[in-house]
């Protein structure tokens, strides 16, 4: 149980095109999800928080504009890089917690993005 | 502001033997939980341990065990028995119990290497 995908798993894109990453809990519904982004070699850093239905909470430094989040429904979220640059090139993840005690996340396999 | 300090960048050990890795945090809270996470090569997130704040025992799961430090803010994570398959990444993660939206904090990650 608890399994939450990403898709795709490794995408390329040109500079200055748009990208949607899209996360979903298979098995249980996600009362919040939270997307990450990672470095190679580098920790994990919170990029926002997203509640079913609400706007997401970015943390401070992550551009919004650039980086929009969408959690339409409690099984789905989406990530889309806008306008995208070779900096934004990154591994990201998404995770997923059913919002209830002891609100556990279930992290997913990630996304590569390759931006040329 | 909570942070995660994982101070060790590199480890190695021997097959079949015993390993520490160390980490610290920084919290003026008092419920909190606190993980350890393991990210292969595949770069999946995988929850090896966690521990409650307000459990003074220390958790253990198989040949993973932790001894947790509250007063000291010290959280360390000891490998029994260690496996090839036990070379990671490993991520020490703290969490407000409830506020925040129960996001994630990581420290900087320790690669550990087993050498057969």
């Known amino acids: 149980g608890a399994v939450v995908s990403q898709h795709p798993s490794w995408v390329i894109c040109k500079s200055g095109t748009s990208v949607k990453i899209e996360c979903r809990s298979l098995?249980?519904?996600?009362?919040?999800m939270f997307w990450y982004r990672q470095f190679p070699k580098q920790s994990l850093m919170l990029m926002a928080t997203?509640?079913?239905?609400?706007?997401?909470?970015?943390e401070q430094g992550v551009e919004k504009d650039k980086f929009l989040i969408n959690h339409a429904s409690l099984t789905l979220s989406t990530l889309t890089v806008t306008s995208a640059h070779p900096e934004d090139s990154s591994f990201y993840i998404c995770?997923?917690?059913?919002?209830?005690?002891?609100?556990?996340?279930?992290f997913g396999p990630g996304t590569r993005l390759t931006v040329t | 502001a909570q942070t995660v300090t994982q101070s060790q960048p590199e480890m190695s050990v021997q097959e079949a033997e015993t390993v520490t890795l160390s980490c610290t945090y920084d919290?003026?809270?008092?419920?909190?939980?606190l993980f350890w996470y393991k990210q292969p090569p595949s770069r999946q997130m995988i929850l090896v341990i966690r521990?409650?704040?307000?459990?003074?025992q220390n958790a253990t799961e198989n040949r993973f065990s932790v001894n947790f430090q509250k007063a000291a803010k010290s959280f360390s994570l000891k490998i029994s028995d260690s496996q090839l398959g036990d070379a990671a990444m490993y991520f020490c993660a703290y969490r407000i119990l409830y506020n925040q939206g129960g996001k994630l904090i990581f420290g900087q990650g320790t690669e550990l290497s087993v050498k057969p």
């Open positions: 997203s509640n079913e239905g609400s706007k997401a909470t970015y």
């Open positions: 521990q409650e704040a307000y459990k003074q």
């Open positions: 995770s997923a917690s059913p919002g209830q005690d002891p609100y556990e996340q279930y």
């Open positions: 098995d249980f519904q996600a009362t919040t």
């Open positions: 919290t003026s809270e008092s419920d909190y939980y």
